[in-house]
């Protein structure tokens, strides 16, 4: 990996060099699917730029993807590596709890 | 007026049912669950739901040509299938020949994180998808409430599931779906206020060590049902609930007469014996010779090729059939063509309510014409007096309303009212007879009298009763030196 922008502080330590690889599992081309694909795009580029790999799964298209993934809800995005694997599910419209899921910001409550 | 009242039921058509193949789950709700529509089945930890609900996915698939769709929200499929095995079925055989198919949904809150609007999509693509797989028009699942536990957004739980019971109509599939019972509520979530056709309640009780499972119909739209509570089993056959009210006065009635196998005893009961189909209660104190009438009863039944089921609540079989050849009576043939059963158990061993229901399940099973339980008395010990009495009602009731003769043996006190019974069923027995013990210049002689015998002329005598190796003979009198007295 050439990319050099990885120069927050808070990123994990596991996140550094790896290909990320997401997937967000929609059902047809509802308000909140397009939505929850634009906001992980643009927290992509913000903060995974150049090692990000997103796979939309249509269910409505592949019924029989849902049950690998364990999906209930929709939109849920699930990030397939680096591991362990993480879900999020929403139309992702909240950047700061997005984050905390894809775990390239330490969760908040911890500390005061 | 009648025509005014057939009139408005033509208005309503009856409620289209789907049999659960449950027995007496089906005849309880009058032939089944509502038909194309979700019912609610609720209850504690350990009552049964999942075991009813499994049940009626695997008599769907392997008896009504109906395959299933099973989501599990709490076991996987593996456990599922090991769970219901010792009940005999078969889980993945079924799957593997597309009757039936097995989701397990998952959801673990630690891994999870919510951000924004999302729904239930998912969980409606994966039931469609399993749906129309294997063209399934039944589906259960269990326990959909623990989405609650995985998922914060409760609002957005309710609104989905609610969504999700009126898309399973639309489907047109019969479903169950289950529920924790909660505090003061049917389910923890309130399921019962989206289910609005069939509610049933599933309890477990242990009480005084004897556990009893009891099925009650909540609520049943536009079907009439007992609200009565109905005791089930859960044994190595799946479920069986036992149908039996108090209020069967229904039954025909025959004019047949079967004999006693007491050559004087018909004497004295019109000289023909007892009514077929009617119920005998045979009292006497501690070695009176109950067990000796309730068994050449049963003898000659057999002997009349028809088919007996003698509860034994006191002797094993062994013993029994030892005992018996004291005073002449084989019964072993007819164990071993199969004519006469031999039941015995510890009426301790479990509940009334498992009593009956066994009883219930041995006689539909075995279709016998003649039932002998000896005696009754030793129910009393399993149960409280009031509730051995509607025990013995009920028992009573199912088998006068499959014209079966009923005989049974109630042992009294030698110092109590010899005509009260303990139980206080004698109000719905049809003949009574009274064995005991007369004293008379130092000597005790055994004696019989019938107390009453229904819809029969009978004898108002009281004879002499004596056991001999060749069976129970009678005597005109109780004491022969008092003969010429009536």
């Known amino acids: 990996m050439n990319d050099q922008a990885m120069n927050d502080q808070e990123s ?48 409505l298209v592949n019924p029989q993807l849902a049950r690998g993934d364990q999906i209930v809800a929709i939109p849920t995005l699930v990030r397939k590596l680096p591991e362990p694997m993480r879900k999020i599910i929403g139309d992702l ?16 409550t911890s500390q005061a | 007026m009648s025509s005014a009242k057939s009139g408005l039921t033509a208005d309503k058509p009856p409620l289209a049912k789907a049999p659960t193949g449950i027995q007496g789950l089906d005849e309880v709700t009058g032939g089944g669950l509502p ?8 209850g504690g930890p350990g009552c049964g739901k999942t075991l009813l609900a499994i049940e009626f996915l695997v008599r769907g698939a392997t008896e009504y040509d109906e395959p299933g769709v099973l989501m599990a929200f709490e076991e996987t499929a593996e456990d599922l299938a090991r769970n219901v095995r010792s009940l005999g079925f078969d889980l993945e055989d079924l799957v593997e020949r597309n009757k039936l198919a097995i989701d397990y949904v998952h959801v673990e809150r630690s891994e ?14 994966r039931l469609g998808h399993a749906i129309d797989t294997i063209g399934a028009r039944r589906v259960v699942l269990d326990t959909i409430e623990v989405l609650f536990g995985g998922l914060s957004n409760a609002g957005l739980l309710r609104s989905e599931i609610r969504r999700l019971f009126r898309w399973l109509k639309d489907k047109g599939v019969t479903a169950i779906i289950t529920g924790e019972r909660g505090q003061g509520t049917l389910s923890r979530h309130g399921l019962e206020e989206y289910v609005s056709d069939c509610v049933i309640l599933l309890d477990h009780r242990v009480t005084e060590q004897v556990s009893t499972r009891r099925l009650r119909i909540v609520k049943y739209r536009g079907s009439t049902h007992g609200a009565n509570e109905f005791p089930f089993l859960i044994d190595e056959n799946g479920l069986s609930v036992v149908p039996i009210t108090s209020a069967g006065m229904e039954h025909s009635v025959s004019n047949e007469r079967v004999a006693t196998g007491v050559a004087g005893l018909d004497e004295m009961l019109g000289g023909k014996g007892f009514f077929r189909g009617s119920s005998v209660l045979v009292s006497g104190a501690a070695g009176a010779g109950k067990t000796s009438i309730a068994a050449q009863f049963a003898s000659a039944a057999c002997e009349r090729g028809e088919r007996c089921l003698l509860f034994s609540f006191e002797e094993s079989q062994n013993q029994l059939v030892r005992n018996l050849r004291s005073i002449g009576l084989d019964l072993e043939r007819w164990i071993k063509k199969d004519l006469l059963r031999i039941h015995a158990v510890r009426p301790t061993h479990y509940g009334l309510e498992m009593h009956l229901a066994q009883i219930h399940r041995l006689v539909v099973a075995f279709r016998p014409q003649a039932v002998v339980v000896d005696p009754i008395s030793n129910f009393i010990s399993a149960g409280t007096q009031s509730d051995a009495g509607s025990m013995l009602v009920r028992l009573i009731d199912f088998l006068k309303s499959q014209a079966i003769t009923g005989l049974f043996t109630n042992l009294t006190h030698s110092d109590a009212n010899l005509e009260q019974t303990d139980v206080g069923i004698s109000s719905i027995i049809d003949a009574w007879l009274l064995l005991r013990d007369i004293e008379r210049d130092g000597e005790r002689r055994g004696a019989v009298y019938v107390l009453k015998s229904r819809g029969m002329p009978h004898s108002k005598r009281v004879r002499g009763f004596r056991l001999t190796d060749h069976g129970i003979e009678l005597t005109p009198e109780a004491f022969s030196t008092e003969a010429g007295r009536t």
């Open chain 1, 93 to 108: 419209s909240n950047t700061e709890r997005v984050l905390v899921g894809l775990q390239l910001r330490p969760k908040k």
């Open chain 1, 12 to 59: 994990q330590p596991n996140a550094a060099d790896e290909l990320w690889e997401l997937r967000l599992y929609v059902a047809g081309q509802t308000a909140k699917s397009l939505a929850a694909f634009a906001n992980l795009k643009t927290v992509c580029e913000e903060h995974l730029a150049g090692k990000y790999n997103i796979e939309v799964v249509d269910l």
């Open chain 2, 35 to 42: 038909k194309g529509r979700p019912t609610l089945v609720c």
């Open chain 2, 112 to 125: 999870i994180e919510e951000t924004g609007e999302y729904d239930l999509e998912g969980l409606f693509v």
